[in-house]
């Protein structure tokens, strides 16, 4: 069984990146290395408000962004989600959009996927967010995904390759 990636609205963002500031354009060349090269050794699944959150943009390539993912499995929201939505709020674990952030953690965490892969390093792949991400998900009985970049999940070249 391959791992579960939770694709947040930044990575298809990225893929189609046009700044040309110096990291943007490496974090462009990370998700397209990734999403070109190793996303077939996932399981790749995304939600309804990542798709609305795309939708809802106005950028020259919303709809290169949106093509992207549009063959992406999509994660149903159960109704235990806006609960676990508002904890995270409440224990000032996420912003309070409850839209934002916050929605992207709480599917990937009652779906259980391995991995939520983002560029938001501000409130998700944050390394000093973490304990708190595993108190908050323990308290719920939830898993806890690892949440990362796209960087850190090219890994290896496969023998062969």
């Not at 046009?18 to 790749?44: C, F, G, K, L, S």
């Not at 409440?90 to 953690?105: I, S, T, Y």
């Not at 998700?124 to 308290?139: D, S």
Request: hydrophobic share 40%; aromatic share 6%.
């Amino acid at each position: 069984m391959q791992p579960r990636v939770y694709i947040e609205t930044s990575i298809p963002s990225f893929y189609h990146e046009i700044r040309r500031e110096p990291d943007m354009i490496a974090r462009r060349q990370w998700t397209r290395d990734w999403w070109d090269n190793h996303r077939a050794r996932y399981d790749v699944v995304t939600s309804v408000p990542v798709i609305e959150e795309l939708e809802a943009g106005d950028h020259l390539k919303k709809n290169e962004c949106l093509l992207l993912i549009e063959r992406v499995a999509v994660l149903p929201i159960a109704a235990a989600i806006g609960d676990i939505v508002d904890t995270y709020i409440q224990h000032h674990l996420m912003p309070k959009d409850p839209k934002g952030d916050a929605l992207h953690l709480a599917l990937a965490s009652y779906h259980r996927c391995q991995f939520l892969l983002t560029w938001n390093c501000a409130h998700l792949a944050n390394a000093n967010k973490q304990e708190h991400i595993r108190h908050v998900n323990a308290l719920l009985g939830l898993h806890v995904p690892i949440l990362t970049t796209p960087l850190e999940l090219i890994g290896e070249p496969e023998e062969g390759s």
